[in-house]
């Protein structure tokens, strides 16, 4: 029987046992995603890719949070760029992958973190963990949030969060579709580790092509519609007054002076 094998790098922690390789986001206190963790998880996601045996991935923060987003210091313009490049080169490979993907979720889950969660197959929370995409209160907008987020929850429920940046509870995302289910946190592992032993049960290959079959149309339209979202960022949004306005706020602990242009 082939054993676990456990990697740690600076930003992420990897275990790769028979069935299941599982990812934990590692940067305290809160698991922002930084450049370092994106080139990190990339390069996770593809090495569990071309291992046969692995049927599925779980992703979980460690500590007491999955993640608070990206980093905002990589928001200003002379890193943007690359930022979403790197970032959305994740989630285009968790899109992709063959894997079935499975996300467990306690304390902040917002921003990217959140778009992290979201584009997964299967999302299980805590109940009292917090969801949101609070972007637009920094003047910027979460590409993959507004590509995918109506396809999961709707268009209002979409707009809802996205255009007030509200935080919701995991009983909330799971009540609109954004998880599979919320949980109190005691359960969590557990709901999880069922989940992962039904899937670790089923074929690979079966498992593979099944998914391709559920996202074949979404696919198509995903990857165009991420595209131009990017687009529109750099673009646009970041030629604003405001967005700038809005990450420099931030990093310097104070309220946004918006000139609405």
């Known amino acids: 029987m082939a054993m676990a094998t456990e990697t740690q790098i600076s930003r992420i922690i990897t275990e790769v046992q028979p069935s299941v390789a599982r990812i934990s986001l590692h940067n305290a206190p809160l698991n922002v995603i930084d450049l370092q963790m994106m080139d990190e998880l990339a390069q996770a996601v593809s090495e569990i890719e071309g291992r046969s045996e ?32 790197k ?36 999302v299980y929370t805590t109940d009292e963990a917090q969801w949101g995409f609070p972007e637009i209160k920094l003047g910027c907008y979460p590409p993959v949030a507004v590509t995918a987020l109506a396809a999961l929850v709707g268009q209002k429920h979409a707009a809802d969060l996205i255009l ?15 998880a599979n289910r919320a949980v109190p946190k005691d359960q969590l592992d557990g709901v ?61 602990k104070r309220e946004p002076q918006w000139k609405c242009k």
């Open 87 to 122: 970032f959305h080169a994740v989630i285009r490979a968790l899109v992709s992958t063959t894997k079935v993907t499975i996300v467990a979720v306690n304390g902040h889950c917002l921003g990217g973190g959140a778009e992290l969660a979201m584009i997964c197959d299967l």
């Open 164 to 178: 007030t940046g509200r935080t919701i509870s995991g009983s909330e995302a799971a009540s609109i579709g954004l």
């Open 192 to 252: 999880v580790e069922d989940v992962l032993k039904q899937v670790s049960k089923l074929s690979s290959a079966t498992l593979a092509t099944t998914k391709k079959a559920i996202y074949a149309w979404d696919c198509m339209h995903f990857d165009k519609g991420l595209a131009r979202a990017e687009k529109i960022y750099l673009d646009e949004l970041m030629k604003t007054e405001d967005a700038r306005e809005g990450i420099n706020a931030f990093l310097e």
């Open 54 to 85: 692995v049927s599925a991935i779980l992703i979980s923060g460690y500590g007491g949070s999955f993640s608070a987003g990206v980093d905002v210091a990589a928001h200003t313009p002379d890193k943007v760029e690359a930022m979403l490049s």
